[in-house]
């Protein structure tokens, strides 16, 4: 598989907006046509209920891949429809798990957006409650496939079936299944002292790593 090159099989924004066990969820994400305009805070059309813990800048997009989709069908004995996992795009034959904290993903040509990759995500008791699952959230984080939140460098339209690609990747090495367990805390180091714009969130990660470590 060609990591560096692949598309987007599926554009998920929210479908019904519903009460999880403390606030109101907009977790449920359902493949919609396109194109959709991606914008600084996110796909057009898609909501962030709790902007304390989603949404931002640096929490603009969630992106999966189809591939961890189908691992995650083999453990659960279930279909994983796009959009299950909460997520904006559905990728295919991209390795978003081992996505580098800072690469860069071109979708749709050059008039399309410019997104970077900044950290994984971290999953909570809402992802189970959508799963029908308890504690799900906890394994997983566990396997590292938790996908990637982006932030939008170049504004432009995706739709499902534009071409992806990964116009540049940082030297440092470390991956979105590294940043979700943040057990090595030479690699947290090694991405501190990178020249990645680090998100806050992900800087603080490294940080309580390399004192951990």
């Given at each position: 598989m060609?990591?560096?090159?692949?598309?987007v099989i599926s554009v998920n924004v929210v479908h019904t907006i519903t009460r999880g066990r403390s606030r109101?969820?907009?977790i449920d994400k359902r493949p919609v046509p396109g194109p959709l305009h991606v914008g600084p805070l996110g796909v057009a059309g898609d909501i962030q209920c709790d902007t304390r813990y989603h949404g931002g800048p640096d929490k603009a997009v969630y992106a999966y891949a189809s591939?961890?989709?189908s691992w995650w069908e083999q453990q659960l004995q279930r279909e994983i429809p796009p959009g299950l996992f909460g997520e904006n795009l559905t990728t295919q034959h991209v390795d978003v798990t081992h996505a580098l904290i800072g690469e860069r993903w071109r979708?749709?040509?050059p008039t399309g957006p410019l997104l970077e990759v900044r950290m994984p995500r971290t999953?909570?008791?809402?992802?189970?409650?959508?799963?029908g699952i308890p504690r799900f959230q906890h394994r997983f984080e566990a396997?590292?496939?938790v996908g990637a939140y982006l932030s939008v460098v170049d504004e432009g339209a995706v739709q499902a079936g534009a071409r992806?690609?990964?116009e540049f990747r940082p030297a440092h090495e470390v991956t979105i299944a590294d940043a979700c367990a943040a057990s090595d805390s030479q690699s947290m180091?090694?991405?501190l002292h990178s020249s990645v714009d680090l998100a806050p969130t992900m800087r603080h990660t490294c940080e309580r790593a390399v004192r951990a470590g």
């Open positions: 060609d990591q560096l090159s692949g598309r109101e969820t907009a591939e961890d989709s979708i749709g040509g999953a909570c008791a809402t992802l189970a409650a959508r799963i396997t590292g496939r992806l690609e990964v180091l090694r991405l």
